[in-house]
């Protein structure tokens, strides 16, 4: 099953030294406008050919824009066998208004 984790509750895990894998599955565009430095980017259309870049038994945190998209790919990794994955909740835009202010909306 997929779990939600809120933006406090990924910044305390990476703060505690937690190792955990961000994917964000958001369009190279997007990044231009805000990105977070600690998260891998895989397009969300890549995902499936790109699997190979991401360990199934790893802690892996999803994010995107908002959470849906992010929803999506982290469903599907948990249909390809990863142990462990969870969804960033509000993805970039909760993480800029409740952790990184400096983080531009869009």
């Known amino acids: 099953m ?22 964000d599955v ?7 406008v805000s990105s977070l430095p600690f998260a891998h ?14 360990d199934p038994a790893a802690t892996t945190v ?11 790919v982290a469903r599907f990794l948990e249909s390809r066998g ?4 969870s969804n960033l909740t509000g993805g970039i835009l909760a993480w800029g208004e409740r952790i990184d202010p400096s983080l531009r909306p869009y």
């Open 82 to 85: 990863f142990r462990s994955v």
């Open 62 to 72: 999803v994010m995107c824009r908002s959470g849906a998209r992010s929803m999506q």
């Open 2 to 23: 997929v779990h939600d984790i809120t933006p406090e509750a990924l910044q305390a895990r990476l703060q505690a030294g937690e190792s955990l894998v961000v994917i």
């Open 26 to 32: 958001r369009e190279a565009h997007e990044l231009e």
């Open 41 to 54: 980017h895989i397009p969300m259309g890549d995902i499936p050919t790109r699997l190979s870049e991401i």
